[in-house]
């Protein structure tokens, strides 16, 4: 299925964090009043700065899967699913966590304090747009999670925290339920019923964006126009046009552009790369420090742009191969230390599932995007915790009488055969 992820859709989840602000546009008589943001502390800041560097090195990361196809992911919902799972992280577990998340060696509580005030503060930005987010963490009864799991995910993710019988066939369509409630319907589904008997707990992130441009395009204006893709091959789109001043810049070949917003608290930062190079090797490319420059050397400038109407949803995708070569590999084994959720440990992340939704129009933008951590339990025996034993391989089994202990029948199953 189609998968896209464009700098310009990076952007709309991360303007606020990297200070891409429009200050002209109409006035706040026509817009609304975007709420004023205060200074950030030291340790927002660090958070910021962590959130936009992973942002990057995740996209970058991501990009080869999907050579010469659309992706379109959000960086924030990914960073917050994972720090409310870092909660419960210890030892190499939660290093190699917030090391990947470019954390360093900052406090958890500066962390989960940072969280909460920026995702308080792009929450209500500008009330012209709509910005939701909601954390929501989903365990199976048998799983002793700890009330400080619980407390710290509660009072600075604001999540909803639910026990939930997995083997109930309803379950997976509750938790359906509350992403597509808090993506305001555009992601209806992410977990896929039934679900598995190793499945201990499901971290989720939900963001919902929906913001009109400050200068709509008029859709008379729109047109049936060629696209041409890096193949050289054309294909016919709906081209979008109209003439702003507005935030751009040119740089080595490559041109920048701010769309804002409702009143220019969030925008829409297109980059595109010179002629005949390939947005591929333009993406492997790119580093945060380019990305500063351009944003640095906006200024507004009459802009005569096109753009195409685009559409653009997909199922989950897996993230896991890309966090564990960004670092975080140990979450993913056995050797993963999550005594912060279950003091019993044998936890383990399984995956990391990620699906949005965007769409373009004369209008604006909207756009969503869920993220789910999926732990599982990693015991095969012993006392800590449930047994789960799949016998999908050769075998021993017997037959034995109790009192005696004689063994009444022994044998090895090599295959499963069945006879008439």
């Not at 964090?17 to 660090?46: I, M, N, W, Y």
């Not at 304090?113 to 209500?124: D, E, P, Q």
């Not at 379950?171 to 190793?198: E, L, M, R, Y």
Request: hydrophobic share 45%; glycine share 10%; proline share 5%.
């Amino acid at each position: 299925m189609t998968r896209t992820l464009s700098l310009a859709a990076l952007a709309l989840f991360s303007a606020a964090f990297f200070g891409c602000r429009d200050e002209g546009g109409l006035s706040s008589a026509d817009h609304g009043t975007p709420v004023p943001p205060g200074p950030l502390s030291a340790q927002e800041k660090a958070v910021v700065s962590a959130g936009n560097d992973f942002g990057f090195r995740l996209f970058v990361g991501l990009n080869p899967e999907y050579a010469g196809q659309n992706v379109f992911v959000s960086p924030l919902s990914v960073s917050m699913a994972l720090g409310m799972t870092m909660n419960g992280a210890r030892g190499a577990t939660k290093t190699a966590m917030a090391t990947t998340l470019g954390f360093g060696g900052m406090a958890q509580e500066d962390i989960n304090r940072s969280y909460s005030g920026i995702s308080a503060l792009l929450t209500v930005l500008d009330p012209t747009v709509q910005m939701q987010i909601a954390n929501s963490i989903w365990y199976r009864p048998t799983l002793n999670v700890l009330d400080s799991f619980k407390t710290v995910n509660m009072t600075y993710f604001n999540a909803e925290v639910n026990s939930i019988d997995f083997s109930s066939p309803s379950s997976a369509d509750i938790i359906n339920g509350w992403v597509s409630q808090h993506t305001a319907g555009k992601i209806t589904s992410i977990i896929s019923p039934p679900i598995s008997p190793a499945v201990m707990m499901y971290l989720i992130n939900a963001i919902y964006f929906k913001g009109s441009w400050t200068y709509r395009y008029d859709p008379q204006y729109t047109k049936a126009d060629q696209f041409t893709r890096d193949d050289g091959s054309q294909m016919t789109c709906s081209m979008m046009s109209q003439m702003d001043t507005i935030p751009y810049c040119a740089s080595g070949g490559v041109q920048v552009v701010d769309i804002p917003y409702g009143s220019g608290s969030f925008s829409m930062t297109v980059v595109l790369p010179p002629p005949g190079v390939n947005i591929d090797a333009f993406v492997g490319s790119l580093t945060q420090a380019q990305w500063d420059g351009w944003i640095a050397g906006l200024s507004r400038r009459a802009v005569a742009l096109w753009m195409p109407k685009f559409k653009i949803e997909y199922g989950a995708a897996s993230l896991a191969r890309t966090l564990g070569a960004l670092g975080m590999s140990i979450a993913f084994s056995p050797g993963a230390d999550f005594t912060g959720i279950d003091a019993r440990g044998s936890l383990a992340i399984s995956d990391v599932l990620h699906k949005t939704f965007v769409q373009v129009d004369e209008e604006g933008t909207e756009a969503a995007a869920v993220t789910v951590v999926i732990v599982v339990g990693t015991v095969v025996g012993g006392e800590k915790g449930p047994v789960y034993l799949k016998l999908n391989r050769p075998f021993l089994y017997a037959i034995r009488e109790h009192a005696t202990g004689s063994l009444v029948f022994i044998g090895k199953l090599a295959f499963p055969e069945w006879t008439n």
